[in-house]
């Protein structure tokens, strides 16, 4: 007896000392660079180089990382995605969430522990579009005890690259001369952060390889020519070996699959990857759809020709994988949030996107610090503001998020600070029927094993239903990872706790954060209004734009459109949205916002309120 508790307390000591502590020191600032092999353009790098560089830590490792901001115009922050940040929320990195923007010139501590956790992660700035021009990187925690056998780890990132910088493309995309929303389109796919990427292969060799699409856009498909893929890990949950040949990843999501490569190395194969056409508004000649990168067994061999497939609809479903560690279905929930989700107008004719008509606007105090600061009334959803959609959850209930999208587009979601079980996912429904919402007493069998990852998409028109346990205190966002999609306001937050959360040592917010706050002028106690003598008191909040007027139509937008692209913004705006001709736009146009071009009956939009665009910014006067 006395033998073993000496062994148990040999190995702790043991496993504590083994635990490291990785010190990292990265100033962010502009790189020029060539991703795409076509245009040069600044990226955003650390320490003056780009892409950023793969950090990599064991289980149970203490990570300070000190983030530089030596960007001169620009906020900014870092988010550690997949990460639980168990007791450190304020590490999480959304600005207004769980922390104070960085402004320039100041330097912020990202200081935690990887505790449980193990597998394929990545960090990216969490400041609106920022990732997108550069600021992405991958993270990866060791394992000791990986379940599976292999030769050689790899990493294969995933991404889309625009020519253009974020706050320009942000600025046209929530604009009211963009009235349905129209993303972006990418210029090029990027595979390892470049094209044509090749991957030096030695046959006879099993290599697992961590695929991670580092993208604020659009799902990708890879396939590679005679080479299978075995998935044994999703974001950072080892499952069940599952063989395929056609993976489809949205952006943010993680696959890590064992590739067994051919006994002889006579030729090289084909590595494709293609960007999923259904989320483009429009797609311009030029857009290459379908990358073509090399498995490189022989240096001497040609390269290979590219590898087209017959058909890309039979991709494989992840809502079938199994967690190695058999969890099963948590209990029925004690809690259950509906949201719908919607893309509309509103009064100032930008395209926003909501959740229960609700389009999230950031608050004057991060939650976190209304949570700190607000004592009993923590617990008041009220204190959070009107626009963030705040959900308190209590300590140990299970929680599911019905998730109704009464869009016709694919969305990916990401909620921090967990993963969840997926237990139900509704297939696709057609532009011509009505969207299909959850009925819970007419739903699918739900799975023993359901799969826990978290990221997931739900179909257009259709609905998911995700189940987790509340065993994090903090305030977790939950939200489309489509960058563009985050910035008309598709969010929510969870508020686990709140008791939980300030009774801990370790939430309170550290000095430097402190630091930061008064740096950027945000205070770091107060309501959603910054408002510290009544926290019920919301007067002065940011609030999303009035919605149009009631008997308003649409039609008064389209008539807006026309009349400034065919002025100011003429053939600019049309390029821009890789269209050539305006009768088409006008149809699209049309289309998507479901008029009547041949009624002439026209209303217009007030053009006074076109000022202060964006979900982070929007304000009513
Ligand atoms: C990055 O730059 C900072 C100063 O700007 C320096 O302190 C740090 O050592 C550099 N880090 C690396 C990894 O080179
Ligand atoms: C990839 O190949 C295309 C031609 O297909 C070329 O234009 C481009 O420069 C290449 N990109 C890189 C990064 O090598
Ligand atoms: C940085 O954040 C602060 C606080 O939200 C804001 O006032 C300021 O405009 C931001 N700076 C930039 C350059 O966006
Ligand atoms: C990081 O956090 C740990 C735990 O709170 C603390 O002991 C340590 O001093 C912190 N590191 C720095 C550099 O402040
Ligand atoms: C991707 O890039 C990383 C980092 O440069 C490299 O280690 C890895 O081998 C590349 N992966 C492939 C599949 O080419
Ligand atoms: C691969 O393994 C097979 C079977 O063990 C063997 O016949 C073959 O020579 C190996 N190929 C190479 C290139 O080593
Ligand atoms: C791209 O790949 C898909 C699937 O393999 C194929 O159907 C399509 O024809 C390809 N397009 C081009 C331009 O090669
Ligand atoms: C593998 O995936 C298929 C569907 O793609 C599913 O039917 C099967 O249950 C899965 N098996 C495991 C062990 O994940
Ligand atoms: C999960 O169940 C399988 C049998 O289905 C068993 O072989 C395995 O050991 C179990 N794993 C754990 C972690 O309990
Ligand atoms: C959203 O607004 C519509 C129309 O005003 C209303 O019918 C619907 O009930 C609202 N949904 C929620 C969840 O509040
Ligand atoms: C939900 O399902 C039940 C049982 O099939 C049905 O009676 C009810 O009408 C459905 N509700 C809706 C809103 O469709
Ligand atoms: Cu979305």
Known sequence: MRNISICLLFFSLISLISAETHTWWFETGWVNANPDGVF??????????WPLPTLR?????????????????????LHFHGLFQHGTNQMDGPEMVTQCPIPPGETFLYNFTVEDQVGSYWYHSHTSGQYGDGMRGV??????????????EVILTLNEHYHDFSDDLHAKFMSRFNPTGAEPIPSNLLVNETRNNTWKVEPNK???????NMGRFVSQYLWMEDHEFTIVEVDGIYVEKNTTDLLYITVAQRYGVLITTKDTADRNYAMMNRVDIDMLDVIPDELELNGTNYIQYNEDADLPEPYLLDSIDDFFDDFYLKPLSNTTLFDDADYTITVDVQMDNLGNGVNYAFFNNITYTAPKVPTLMSVLSSGDQASNELVYGTNTNSFVLQKDDVVDIVLNNLDTGKHPFHLHGHVFQLIERHEPVDDDEDPVAF???????????????????VNPQSYIVMRFKVDNPGVWMFHCHIEWHLDQGLAILLIEDPEGIQSSASQQITDNHKQICEKVGVSWEGNAAANTKDFLDLTGEHVQFKRLPTGFTARGIVALVFSCIAGVLGMVAIAYYGMNEITDLEERVARDLDVDLDDDDVEIVNEGSSSSDGAYGGKQH
């Not at 993270?139 to 050689?152: A, L, S, T």
């Open 139 to 152: 993270f990866i925690i060791e394992d000791d005890d990986f379940p599976y056998e292999y030769d050689e």
């Open 439 to 457: 009925n819970s007493s007419d739903h699918a069998e739900w799975p023993e094993y359901p799969m826990l990852r978290d990221t997931v998409y």
């Open 40 to 49: 040069e353009r600044p990226m955003v790098g650390f320490n003056g180089s």
């Open 57 to 77: 830590v064991k289980k149970g490792d203490r990570v300070q990382l000190y983030l530089i901001n030596g960007l001169d115009d620009k906020n900014t922050s």
């Open 206 to 212: 099993t290599y697992f390889v961590r695929i991670i």
